[in-house]
């Protein structure tokens, strides 16, 4: 069983930063692309960004230019850094790790970390 455990969210004016990060732990036999995701009260869970186990990133559209998504393979962990914060920004925010095994690829979830940034 692997385990996804975020940190770092909290309140934040905006204008200013938070770095989230999520580990990985239990049973990893090997980690592939690692993402973080948002949700906003009363939309839907949207893409942040993703990095593959190589280093290649995407990020979404309203996120490109502040956030920064980076990962340590040694340590099966992938950070978020947001720069710039928006109110708009505010959201849960979701680590997805996809798990590679012999029996195929699981997506793992971490319980969620909140952010909020005031205006």
Known sequence: QVQVVESGGGLVQ??????????ASGRVVSIGAMGWYRQAPGKQRELVALITRPG???????????????????KNTVYLQMNSLKPEDTAVYYCNVRHITVFGTQEVWGQGTLVTVSS
């Open 56 to 74: 290649i990133t995407d990020y979404a559209d309203a996120v490109e230019g502040r956030f920064t998504i980076s990962r340590d393979n040694a």
């Open 14 to 23: 905006a204008g200013g930063s938070l770095r989230l990060s999520c580990a």
